[in-house]
């Protein structure tokens, strides 16, 4: 089936630094989303993208966090700078417009904010 | 709060048996339920989906029920094969103006052979 591909696997960094993680959509995806899962836990939303806009966001993404898919490349969310609480493996996912609730997600980043 | 409520949390059955697996939502505005199957390492896929309007769903070994009322729905995995093992996640939305799939805490499956 259609792949969603998340790069890196697994990002280990220092608080107060910034991160990017990548995400390569299902080709013809228009829209874009990314989910939060700490360990144990359900996973969340954080933020749905469409025509390079912000759609919907929800209270877990904070001001430091941000998204763009510049001209078709990545589809990258920008955490800067991290705390201790972004810890958690976020997941990227796309859907295409005429069925957007169908979501296809990527296999995740596993972020570790030390 | 969580408005999606899975049980239980862990679910061990034998090959061959029939798994069943529990959801229940709060928000009466949700009407689209999809089930996600997760693998170590590997993200969510999408398995079967069902949305308020119907009571039932099926696809091959796997059923969705649906209660409108009392707001349940549960996966039914006939014939469980030990590579169903894996963690299931409902999630629901309401599909007006939202896009947020709310996602349940998972029931992790394990069919032994």
């Known amino acids: 089936g259609p792949k969603v591909l998340q790069i890196p696997s697994h990002q280990i960094i220092d608080m107060g630094q910034m991160v990017t993680l990548n995400c390569d959509p299902v080709s013809n995806h228009l829209y874009f989303y990314w989910y939060k899962q700490i360990l144990g836990q359900q996973m969340e939303f954080l933020v749905n993208f469409y025509n390079g806009k912000v759609m919907e966001k929800s209270k877990l993404f904070k001001d430091q966090f941000s998204v763009e898919r510049p001209d078709g490349s990545y589809f990258t969310l920008k955490i800067q700078p991290t705390a201790l609480e972004d810890s958690a493996v976020y997941f990227c996912?796309?859907?295409?417009?005429?069925?957007?609730?169908?979501?296809?997600f990527g296999s995740g980043t596993r972020l570790t904010v030390l | 709060q969580q408005q999606v409520r899975q049980s239980p949390q862990s679910l061990t059955v034998w090959e061959g048996e029939t798994a069943i697996l529990n959801c229940s939502y709060e928000d009466s505005t949700f009407n689209y339920f999809p089930w996600y199957q997760q693998f170590p390492g590997e993200g969510p896929a999408l398995l079967i989906s069902i949305r308020s309007v119907s009571d039932k769903k099926e696809d091959g070994r796997f059923t969705i029920f649906f209660n409108k009322r009392e707001k349940k729905l549960s996966l039914h995995i006939t014939d469980s094969q030990p590579g169903d093992s894996a963690t299931y996640f409902c999630?629901?939305?309401?599909?007006?103006?939202?896009?947020?799939?709310?996602f349940g805490s998972g029931t992790q499956l394990t069919v032994m052979p």
């Open positions: 999630a629901a939305s309401a599909s007006s103006g939202s896009w947020q799939l709310i």
């Open positions: 996912a796309s859907s295409l417009p005429t069925s957007a609730e169908t979501l296809y």
